[in-house]
């Protein structure tokens, strides 16, 4: 016997990773195969493309300001609601599985579902609802995600994770290109059906037996259960014969039509939401017409300045923290308005 012992580690570097990868489904995409960066950059030793991509979000300031941002209740009191940040780590969690089960390349997945969010405004969707008429064609958060890792933080992503953090929503068109961000938007959807379902609960917007009959019959109880059974169904559908994109199975995809229905319908429009529209939209309009009447008031660690002023204040406001927001409305204001957001849910 020559040479020295093995040891007990064994260098998986770029390249083996990058062999590795050529066995994945022919749907699949490959980092050898990416369509590149802006910038083209050497590569690194040990890490794929999409690798160093989801490194790269991981670290953005976009990503750590999460954490203080809404999902759907505003400025919740209790520890277990859902926030932005633990939406977008379950949505990864979900991506990754639907992307293993189907031979697809997981890094890519796990890129685009943890950038996907970092556009969102404070007080999520209403949020986005108050920076339309600044707008041309109204504001939405995966075009202000694509400006954050391409402008504002600059990050240099490939091509591949930047069209699926642009196309991650279902109403954005034309859809992503890769089958890896089929699987994100997929599970953006499965995510928040689940978690938003249990999060009205808790605050007593609705009662687990409000939901669906036909939901609960396929899908199973809000949680685990459920999440799992959509998994399952979006997995059947897309191995199902004469499927060449990611899709649910078809008795599936109704029933969580009708759940999502039922969602807007109960939860995203109810009275406790509608609540809150009015005074979130309120602070985040002053806010931007503040701004724009004070455009030195912008940090210029977050700042384009060669974009035009409004374009600037939007990104600035847009890229808040509620708490933030909130915050800087109180010192530029008055108290009121963001005092009312804070008891609505109450403790729970």
């Known amino acids: 016997m020559t040479g020295a012992p ?20 022919p749907a699949a995409t490959r980092a050898a195969g990416s369509r590149g960066r802006v ?5 690194d ?5 999409f690798e160093r991509d989801r490194d790269r979000i991981l670290h953005a300031k976009a990503f750590r300001r999460l954490k203080h941002k809404t999902q759907v209740f505003l400025h919740p009191d209790g520890d277990h609601f859902v926030t932005r940040l633990t939406h977008t780590l379950q949505v990864t969690q979900v991506a990754r599985s639907l992307a293993r089960a189907l031979g697809l390349n997981e890094s890519l997945a796990e890129a685009i579902a943890l950038g996907h969010d970092v556009g969102h ?4 969707h209403i949020g986005e609802d108050a920076f339309d008429p600044y707008v041309e064609g109204g504001w939405h958060h995966a075009a202000q995600g694509v400006r954050i890792v391409e402008v504002l933080e600059d990050l240099n992503l490939t091509w591949e994770v930047r ?20 699987c994100v938007r997929y599970a953006d959807r499965i995510g928040y059906l689940s978690h938003d379902a249990l999060d009205a609960a808790r605050a007593g917007v609705i009662r687990a037996g409000d939901l669906p009959a036909r939901a609960l019959a396929v899908f199973g109880q809000p949680g685990s259960e459920m999440v799992g059974s959509m998994i399952d169904a979006v997995v059947a559908g897309s191995l199902a014969p004469g499927s060449t994109s990611v899709v649910m199975s078809p008795d599936a995809l109704e029933a969580m039509h009708e759940l999502r229905d039922f969602m807007f319908a109960r939860v995203y429009a109810s009275d406790v939401a509608a609540g809150q529209k009015h005074v979130a ?7 931007v017409d503040h701004h724009l009447a004070h455009p030195e008031l912008i940090p210029a660690s977050y700042r384009d300045t060669e974009a035009a002023v409004l374009t600037q204040v939007v990104d600035y406001v847009s890229g808040m923290t509620d708490r933030f927001a909130l ?8 108290a009121d308005a963001s005092a009312q957001m804070r008891p609505l849910l109450g403790e729970r």
Do not use: C, M, N
Not at 6 to 25: K, V
Not at 121 to 124: A, L, R, T, V, Y
């Open 45 to 49: 030793p040990l890490r794929t493309a």
């Open 6 to 25: 093995a040891g007990p580690f064994r260098l998986t570097d770029r390249a083996a990773r990058e062999r590795a990868e050529e066995q994945l489904a």
């Open 163 to 182: 069209d699926g953090i642009r196309a991650h929503s279902w109403k954005i068109d034309p859809p992503p290109a890769t089958r890896e961000a089929e």
């Open 121 to 124: 405004s404070p007080f999520g």
């Open 281 to 287: 939209i309120d602070v985040i309009r002053r806010l």
């Open 327 to 334: 915050a800087t409305y109180d010192r530029l204001f008055d």
């Open 39 to 43: 910038r083209p950059e050497a590569e």
